[in-house]
């Protein structure tokens, strides 16, 4: 299994910007996948995620973005999407995601089983 993120770039505060998470060799709708990012001299860090279609596709969020950032699934697709609005300059990072088989919201990178690379988002003041 192999996934990819992608949409990353330059946006500015208060823009929005759609990344998407395509899966190669595996169906998205098995899979709990969320999206990680890390900043500049900081630790990865949990943003959302949605749970599997067995799961009820249930989105879930971290509280820093709760009401600015959107997760989606399209199983046709096979990609997961974050829809991110209001974006700030604290948003900026290289955005990852990553898939799971488990269904409990995962919100750990130890619990995410497949990882794709990162793509930057940098938010301009």
């Known amino acids: 299994v192999q996934l990819q993120a992608y949409g990353g770039g330059l946006v500015q505060a208060g823009g929005c910007l759609r990344l998407?998470?395509?899966?190669?060799?595996?169906?998205?709708?098995?899979?709990?996948v969320g999206w990680f990012r890390q900043a500049p001299g900081k630790e990865r860090e949990f943003v959302v995620g949605?749970?599997?279609?067995?799961?009820?596709?249930?989105?879930y969020y971290a509280d820093s973005v709760k009401d600015r950032f959107t997760i989606s699934r399209d199983n046709v697709r096979n990609t997961v999407y974050l829809q991110m609005n209001s974006l700030k300059p604290e948003d900026t990072a290289v955005f990852y995601c990553?898939?799971?088989?488990?269904?409990?919201?995962?919100?750990?990178?130890?619990?995410?089983?497949?990882w794709g690379q990162g793509t930057l988002v940098t938010v301009s003041s």
């Open positions: 990553a898939a799971s088989y488990r269904n409990l919201r995962p919100r750990q990178e130890a619990d995410m089983d497949y």
């Open positions: 998407s998470c395509a899966i190669a060799g595996g169906t998205m709708f098995r899979y709990t």
């Open positions: 949605i749970t599997s279609t067995s799961g009820g596709n249930v989105p």
